[in-house]
């Protein structure tokens, strides 16, 4: 139809506001999150938190606490290598595609998003981390 050039616009916006940080998050949820779980599953079986108590140290504090402050540094880091990936992976495919050069695309790029665009992004991954972490911390 003509419109091929629109779909540098919808690249740019849907990864950087949505689809990087949904499936950074679902993989991080996956295998950073089940190993959590786990990991403190097994420590609780084998008393280990107990003997935290007993020492005097917060479970919560020495457990928990680092955990969470991890994912919430590492999951927006995480996210912009994957809005980075995606745009690179999209520029390729548009290439091949639709023979719209690195050099328009980019230009379309620079002209379709903004920094709100790239902010929105990497505003909801500290809660995505957050809720990652207290899920599989509970």
Request: glycine content about 8%; some cysteine.
């Given at each position: 139809f003509g419109a091929e050039v629109f779909s540098?616009?919808?690249?740019?916006?849907?990864?950087?506001?949505?689809?990087?940080l949904l499936l950074t998050a679902i993989m991080v949820a996956g295998?950073?999150?089940?190993?959590i779980t786990a990991e403190l599953g097994s420590m609780q079986m084998r008393e280990e938190i107990d003997a935290l108590r007993v020492m005097g140290m917060d479970p919560i504090n020495v457990l928990i606490l680092p955990r969470i402050l991890a994912l919430l540094i590492v999951l927006p880091?995480?996210?912009?290598?994957?809005?980075?990936?995606?745009?690179?992976?999209?520029?390729?495919?548009?290439?091949?595609y639709s023979s719209i050069t690195p050099d328009a695309f980019i230009a379309r790029?620079?002209?379709?998003?903004?920094?709100?665009?790239f902010l929105s992004g990497l505003y909801k991954s500290p809660f995505m981390a957050l809720i990652i972490g207290l899920i599989a911390c509970a």
């Amino acid at each position: 139809f003509g419109a091929e050039v629109f779909s540098v616009d919808l690249l740019g916006i849907l990864a950087l506001r949505e689809i990087s940080l949904l499936l950074t998050a679902i993989m991080v949820a996956g295998r950073s999150g089940s190993a959590i779980t786990a990991e403190l599953g097994s420590m609780q079986m084998r008393e280990e938190i107990d003997a935290l108590r007993v020492m005097g140290m917060d479970p919560i504090n020495v457990l928990i606490l680092p955990r969470i402050l991890a994912l919430l540094i590492v999951l927006p880091l995480l996210s912009f290598i994957a809005a980075l990936a995606t745009l690179a992976g999209g520029m390729m495919m548009l290439w091949l595609y639709s023979s719209i050069t690195p050099d328009a695309f980019i230009a379309r790029l620079h002209d379709a998003i903004d920094m709100s665009s790239f902010l929105s992004g990497l505003y909801k991954s500290p809660f995505m981390a957050l809720i990652i972490g207290l899920i599989a911390c509970a």
